[in-house]
């Protein structure tokens, strides 16, 4: 018997279309499995089981009569509870959000698998406004790491990585200010893509403004190549998205890395301690890339830590986002939120416009290194999960999230797309991710690369 909670959504779609099994009995078995992992991971904040499953009856009248309305007909897919989903609320983490109507807008990207038929069973989990690197937030408790329920499953698309990790869905919604959809990928041992920005139009627009990106969360990259794909198309709400994508992501997954010039950067340059086990999984994988016939150089980024100017944008935008809110909903926040709230109020327009010179800088130097280099590969985090309910590892003497995600911020800064693949697991079975970036608007080079280690079969982590 097969597990259709195994299976991606490229191997549902195929069997949907032999009429091996429906899109009903996929939609149930990933109903179930949600339910039953629930208790213990907290992946979600609603599951929406009769809504699903009518879905999917008519995804299933349509294939039953070889027409399906879309690439993802009878997919079951599920979205982070920051992006308007119509018909549910969207209440972002926080208790300081109400619940009363009307839903009556998707997301662009929400609408796009919606149009291709995709199958909602449920909104994850994700800390009050996605603030932050690790997902728990008042109005919904923690979420744990699938792999190991003491250890968090990482933020702020926490709950999104922990039920792909698990079965409850192959494609998942996530969004990326910092790293917030490679972060828990990463934790998490799933792929993670952060498009480059506006590949995926976005609306209401963040109050994090261009640092935020909406991406993929699946089992591989060939699912992510097929989501983008679906969601990676212009929307007339976002001024700032791109226009239509050069090509089909899906059809670029064939080249792989034969003759592309990879930067391999272990640590930035001496400026990040990566843990032994993280540092080995992922030399191994670069190995990996050089045997398949990539031209791999050690080489690092020109550029300096820029988390100063990152915390001026992401402490402002989170000031922002609550601004209108009165004085009894902030004290319904999460303390560490209504800390960097407050520290972001305190910055002048001129504090703003010099972080946003940082950014222009950095954002120049890494185009000129990708003249030189068609890929940079780094590990995802210098550490595998630590301790869930907490924003920073204990004893590690960071003071924000910030500290122990040195590899996946700066790419936020300069708008790069960047994707994370599993490796490998620690001698704790957690697991190990590796960081892959390309120049902006070459997301089908990430795709390649992550493509081609799947294919090699050095992609990967034991199921949870």
Same mark, same amino acid.
């Given at each position: 018997?097969?597990?259709?909670?195994?299976?991606?959504?490229?191997?549902? *779609?195929?069997?949907?279309?032999?009429?091996?099994?429906?899109?009903?009995?996929?939609?149930?078995?990933?109903? /179930?499995?949600?339910? &039953?992992?629930?208790?213990?991971?907290?992946?979600?904040?609603r599951l929406t089981g009769e809504e699903a499953l009518d879905q999917a009856r008519r995804a299933e009248e349509r294939w039953r009569r070889g027409e399906p309305c879309g690439r993802l007909d009878g997919v079951p897919v599920t979205v982070?509870?920051?992006?308007?989903?119509?018909?549910?609320?969207?209440?972002r983490g926080s208790r300081a959000v109400s619940p009363d109507g009307p839903w009556d807008e998707d997301a662009p990207s929400v609408a796009r698998l919606r149009e291709h038929g995709a199958v909602f069973v449920g909104k994850t989990t994700?800390?009050?406004?996605?603030?932050?690197?690790?997902? /728990?937030?008042?109005?919904?408790?923690?979420?744990?790491?699938?792999? !190991?329920?003491?250890?968090?499953?990482?933020?702020?698309? =926490?709950?999104?990585?922990?039920?792909?990790?698990?079965?409850?869905?192959?494609?998942?919604?996530?969004?990326?200010?910092?790293? @917030?959809?490679?972060?828990?990928? @990463?934790f998490c041992g799933i792929f993670g893509l952060k498009p480059t920005y506006g590949r995926v139009p976005l609306y209401p627009a963040s109050a994090f403004g261009t640092l935020a990106h909406v991406g993929p969360m699946t089992r591989d990259?060939?699912?992510?190549?097929?989501?983008?794909? +679906?969601?990676?198309?212009?929307?007339?709400?976002?001024?700032?998205?791109? =226009?239509?994508?050069? =090509?089909?992501?899906?059809?670029?997954? @064939?080249?792989? +890395?034969?003759?592309? &010039?990879?930067?391999?950067?272990?640590?930035?340059?001496?400026?990040?301690?990566? &843990?032994?086990? *993280?540092?080995?999984?992922?030399?191994?994988?670069?190995?990996?890339?050089?045997?398949?016939?990539?031209?791999?150089?050690?080489?690092?980024?020109?550029?300096?830590?820029?988390?100063?100017?990152?915390?001026?944008?992401?402490?402002? =935008?989170?000031?922002?986002?609550?601004?209108?809110?009165?004085?009894?909903?902030?004290?319904?926040?999460?303390?560490?939120?209504?800390?960097?709230?407050?520290?972001?109020?305190?910055? @002048?327009?001129?504090?703003?416009?010099?972080?946003? !010179?940082?950014?222009?800088?950095?954002? &120049?130097?890494?185009?000129?290194?990708?003249?030189?280099?068609?890929?940079?590969?780094?590990?995802?985090?210098?550490?595998?999960?630590?301790?869930?309910?907490?924003?920073?590892?204990?004893?590690?003497?960071?003071?924000?999230?910030?500290?122990?995600?040195?590899?996946?911020?700066?790419?936020?800064?300069?708008?790069?797309?960047?994707?994370?693949?599993?490796?490998?697991?620690?001698? /704790?079975?957690?697991?190990?991710?590796?960081?892959?970036?390309?120049?902006?608007?070459? !997301?089908?080079?990430?795709?390649?690369?992550?493509?081609?280690?799947?294919?090699?079969?050095?992609?990967?982590?034991?199921?949870?």
């Amino acid at each position: 018997m097969t597990d259709l909670t195994e299976l991606t959504a490229v191997q549902l *779609v195929d069997g949907y279309h032999k009429g091996a099994f429906s899109p009903v009995e996929a939609t149930r078995a990933v109903l /179930d499995r949600a339910e &039953r992992i629930q208790p213990e991971v907290n992946a979600f904040v609603r599951l929406t089981g009769e809504e699903a499953l009518d879905q999917a009856r008519r995804a299933e009248e349509r294939w039953r009569r070889g027409e399906p309305c879309g690439r993802l007909d009878g997919v079951p897919v599920t979205v982070k509870d920051i992006l308007l989903t119509r018909g549910q609320p969207t209440l972002r983490g926080s208790r300081a959000v109400s619940p009363d109507g009307p839903w009556d807008e998707d997301a662009p990207s929400v609408a796009r698998l919606r149009e291709h038929g995709a199958v909602f069973v449920g909104k994850t989990t994700t800390p009050e406004y996605g603030w932050k690197g690790v997902t /728990d937030s008042p109005l919904s408790g923690v979420t744990r790491n699938p792999h !190991d329920p003491s250890r968090t499953a990482g933020g702020s698309s =926490g709950g999104a990585g922990a039920a792909v990790a698990l079965g409850a869905g192959p494609l998942a919604l996530g969004t990326d200010g910092g790293g @917030s959809v490679r972060i828990p990928a @990463s934790f998490c041992g799933i792929f993670g893509l952060k498009p480059t920005y506006g590949r995926v139009p976005l609306y209401p627009a963040s109050a994090f403004g261009t640092l935020a990106h909406v991406g993929p969360m699946t089992r591989d990259a060939a699912d992510a190549a097929l989501m983008l794909d +679906v969601i990676g198309t212009p929307d007339a709400r976002d001024w700032s998205a791109l =226009g239509p994508a050069p =090509g089909a992501y899906t059809e670029a997954l @064939s080249g792989g +890395v034969r003759g592309l &010039r990879v930067a391999y950067s272990p640590s930035l340059g001496g400026q990040v301690a990566v &843990r032994p086990a *993280v540092a080995g999984a992922v030399r191994r994988a670069v190995e990996r890339l050089a045997g398949l016939g990539a031209y791999v150089t050690e080489a690092d980024p020109d550029f300096t830590d820029p988390v100063d100017a990152f915390h001026t944008l992401w402490f402002s =935008g989170a000031a922002r986002v609550v601004q209108h809110l009165r004085a009894g909903q902030r004290e319904l926040l999460d303390p560490g939120l209504r800390e960097i709230v407050g520290a972001g109020a305190r910055y @002048s327009a001129l504090d703003y416009l010099a972080a946003v !010179d940082v950014r222009m800088e950095l954002g &120049r130097r890494m185009g000129v290194f990708h003249q030189e280099y068609d890929l940079l590969v780094t590990p995802t985090l210098p550490v595998t999960a630590f301790e869930a309910g907490v924003e920073v590892p204990k004893g590690a003497g960071y003071r924000r999230w910030t500290g122990w995600t040195p590899f996946t911020y700066p790419f936020n800064l300069t708008q790069q797309p960047a994707g994370t693949v599993p490796v490998g697991v620690d001698g /704790d079975g957690l697991p190990i991710g590796v960081q892959i970036v390309a120049a902006r608007h070459r !997301d089908d080079l990430v795709l390649r690369g992550a493509h081609a280690l799947y294919e090699a079969g050095a992609a990967g982590t034991p199921a949870p």
